[in-house]
């Protein structure tokens, strides 16, 4: 192994390292703000029936991820099987990093001789499509929240602003991802600047997306988007209903958009441990919630979301399991189908 391989796994461990550390300081600085005693009392209020419901729509939110990468790749492999791949993406983004679960969903397209810019290109498309749903749920709750919201408006207007900046440079850069791809190139050619050669193949492969392709999925993109984020928004509010917690399903709503909106930049760790409690808190802290509720709902949130997600990974073997079952049925049948002939 050369030194430069060395020295990027280096500076890759310290980077995850780093956000790490961050990410257990600030969902300790959360734990501070409550006491023991009201987190056990408010799993002791807890709703079993709402925890069911609510594990019900997380799984149901899953699927329907599964739905929309299916669909976008053009239904080119088994739905069961991409159902497992979105299981391992979702899991591992959840549990470790954002990026880990976009590498491993990469990964298996590439495992099943996919083109790499199917898996590329559904990522890209699902991101844009969160993109733009996100951006009008925030912008319309904060319309609805607003005299709620106080000092948080200072920051929320020129972050919507920046949001419609982002669609607007995204969808310009997908419609004229051709010409991008090439001035990119004249650039660093210009520069004396060399492109990774990851950046550069993830490069080729947008610009390769197929323009057909691009309006053929586009209904069902934002459709599924629609559908996705409308499930993690009613997550939120089934757990709140479950622990009693005081959130109407509007501030639901900017909560889950807020922070889905950061969850799209790939440098959360543990499921956004920290980085996405503290937005939160804040924004509860706005809605007029008890600081130590707030918090005290938080942590049970994230113990309820990990183990959630953990149980989600059991799928994999018993999918295996089921897959050898079919396999040796089926088998048994043609058998018993040749003693018959006989």
Known sequence: MNSVS???RFRSWFWTALQVALGIALIGFVFSQTTIEQIVLTFQRASFPWLLFSAFVFYLQVWALARRYWILIGKRLPFLYLLRAT???TALGNTFATSAGA???IAIMRSQKLRLSFGIGSLILA???DLVILTLVVSLSTAFLWN????LRILLLPFIALLFACILTAGLAILFRVTLRKQIAVLAQKLKFGIPERASSALDQFASLDDARLRQVAAAMFSYSVLCNTLS????WCLARAFNFPVNLVGAALAVSGTQLLGLVPIHVLGGLGTIDIPLLVIFGQLHIDLAESA?????FRLVFYVLNLFMLSYIPLASLWQKFRVVRMNNGKNNGTLHDM
């Open 233 to 236: 928004i009613l997550f939120l």
């Open 103 to 105: 590498a491993s969903y």
């Open 148 to 151: 709620d919201l106080g000092d």
């Open 127 to 129: 991101r844009f499509g």
């Open 296 to 300: 005290a709902f938080l942590l049970s």
């Open 87 to 89: 299981v391992v993406q």
């Open 6 to 8: 060395l020295q990027s």
